[in-house]
């Protein structure tokens, strides 16, 4: 299989992707432990450091970027602040075209800060995390501009991917546009979701993990056989073409719908001993199974690209992305 990856890898730096979904963007606050404050019994940190990051929707376009080069266009919701022009500059700075996103002044851009402190010889923890969005459903107006640039936009690019993180942008009317359009041009439009999954009934496929999908069809999948009827009854349920099922250490699991017959092929996780965080190896997956599949690759490689790829993030604390060239070094040692 390492072999095949290696002679189709190249494929994934052509097609170009649309993503659409819930943007956001991480702060992470790091300070030294001081003392304990006068005023109130609270830590006191000496700040030495602040990173933003792109999280949500934002990681899964970064993590197509990297792999394709640049190729990658984001639509989403920000607002009229600060955070929403720092994810606007970072989007760019990561080679994802903002030019399509759309700012809702009543809207705040979704932000999750998290702040950490340390002391001499202890590792650095998070002690609380402020988040920052709006929980309403998009107004008309913005959810209206939201469909009118997927529909002047969509016949551009190779395949679409629906990132859904529950923060309001993928409403059902933007969802419905969303799939519509990419039938109507002959597009693969691959959903990345944890619930609600009936919204996405006619994508050509979807990426669930393994707890979500046991949620979704109403039973524990505890063997082969009950793999096999769970990724049916979502393919049949959903009117998809494909599902890939992530089950962590036990690895993917394919279904496929042809010719009224349901294809099914697993693999295990690769390199599962080394293990640090799975922060955004959802997003990597489906970034690297979205591009191979509109790359023309067959599905049981695109699933093998999804896996190893993610293999390699996982190795990493917090999100990670990587490129072809650190793919094709890992796939020759």
Same mark, same amino acid.
């Given at each position: 299989?390492?072999?095949?990856?290696?002679?189709?890898?190249?494929k994934?730096?052509n097609?170009?992707l649309?993503?659409?979904g819930?943007?956001?963007?991480?702060?992470?606050?790091?300070?030294?432990?001081?003392r304990?404050?006068r005023?109130a019994?609270?830590?006191?940190?000496?700040?030495?450091?602040?990173k933003?990051i792109?999280?949500?929707?934002?990681n899964?376009?970064?993590?197509v970027?990297?792999?394709?080069?640049?190729?990658?266009?984001?639509?989403?919701?920000?607002?009229?602040?600060?955070?929403?022009k720092?994810?606007?500059e970072?989007?760019?700075e990561?080679?994802i075209?903002?030019?399509?996103?759309?700012?809702d002044k009543?809207? #705040?851009?979704t932000?999750?800060?998290?702040?950490s402190?340390s002391c001499?010889h202890?590792?650095?923890?998070?002690?609380?995390?402020?988040?920052?969005q709006?929980?309403?459903?998009?107004?008309?107006?913005?959810?209206?501009?939201?469909?009118?640039?997927? #529909?002047?936009?969509?016949?551009?690019?190779?395949?679409?991917?629906?990132?859904?993180?529950?923060?309001?942008?993928?409403?059902d009317?933007?969802?419905k546009?969303?799939?519509?359009?990419a039938?109507?041009?002959?597009?693969?439009?691959v959903?990345?979701?944890?619930?609600n999954?009936?919204?996405?009934?006619?994508?050509?496929?979807?990426?669930?993990n393994q707890?979500?999908s046991?949620k979704q069809?109403?039973f524990?999948?505890?063997d082969?056989?009950?793999?096999k009827?769970a990724?049916? #009854?979502?393919?049949?349920?959903?009117?998809l073409?494909k599902?890939?099922?992530?089950?962590?250490?036990?690895?993917?699991?394919?279904?496929?719908?042809?010719?009224?017959?349901?294809?099914?092929?697993?693999?295990?996780a690769y390199? #599962?001993?080394?293990v640090?965080?799975?922060?955004?190896?959802?997003?990597?997956?489906?970034?690297?199974?979205t591009?191979?599949?509109?790359?023309?690759?067959?599905?049981?490689?695109?699933?093998?690209?999804?896996?190893f790829?993610?293999?390699?993030?996982?190795?990493?604390?917090?999100?990670?992305?990587?490129?072809?060239?650190?793919?094709?070094?890992e796939?020759?040692?």
């Amino acid at each position: 299989m390492k072999k095949d990856i290696l002679l189709n890898i190249d494929k994934l730096l052509n097609p170009k992707l649309l993503i659409i979904g819930d943007f956001a963007l991480d702060e992470m606050v790091y300070g030294n432990t001081e003392r304990i404050s006068r005023e109130a019994p609270v830590l006191i940190l000496e700040h030495y450091e602040t990173k933003k990051i792109l999280g949500a929707a934002s990681n899964a376009a970064h993590n197509v970027s990297k792999l394709n080069k640049g190729k990658a266009s984001a639509i989403g919701v920000y607002g009229d602040d600060y955070y929403g022009k720092k994810l606007l500059e970072i989007l760019e700075e990561k080679g994802i075209n903002t030019s399509l996103m759309v700012m809702d002044k009543d809207r #705040k851009t979704t932000t999750k800060t998290r702040i950490s402190g340390s002391c001499n010889h202890s590792i650095t923890q998070q002690i609380v995390r402020i988040d920052r969005q709006t929980k309403a459903p998009l107004s008309n107006e913005t959810e209206q501009k939201v469909i009118e640039n997927i #529909k002047k936009s969509i016949k551009d690019f190779d395949g679409i991917i629906l990132s859904d993180y529950h923060l309001g942008c993928l409403t059902d009317n933007v969802v419905k546009c969303a799939i519509e359009e990419a039938k109507k041009h002959n597009k693969i439009i691959v959903a990345d979701i944890q619930k609600n999954m009936e919204k996405y009934k006619g994508v050509t496929a979807i990426t669930p993990n393994q707890p979500d999908s046991e949620k979704q069809v109403g039973f524990f999948i505890k063997d082969e056989q009950s793999l096999k009827q769970a990724g049916k #009854k979502l393919l049949l349920d959903l009117n998809l073409e494909k599902v890939l099922l992530t089950r962590g250490e036990n690895g993917m699991a394919l279904f496929e719908k042809e010719n009224n017959e349901i294809k099914f092929s697993m693999i295990p996780a690769y390199n #599962k001993k080394e293990v640090f965080d799975v922060t955004g190896a959802g997003d990597t997956v489906v970034a690297a199974f979205t591009l191979a599949l509109c790359a023309g690759i067959e599905p049981k490689l695109a699933m093998a690209i999804g896996n190893f790829a993610a293999s390699i993030v996982i190795r990493y604390f917090g999100c990670h992305t990587i490129t072809i060239e650190d793919m094709k070094k890992e796939l020759s040692c």
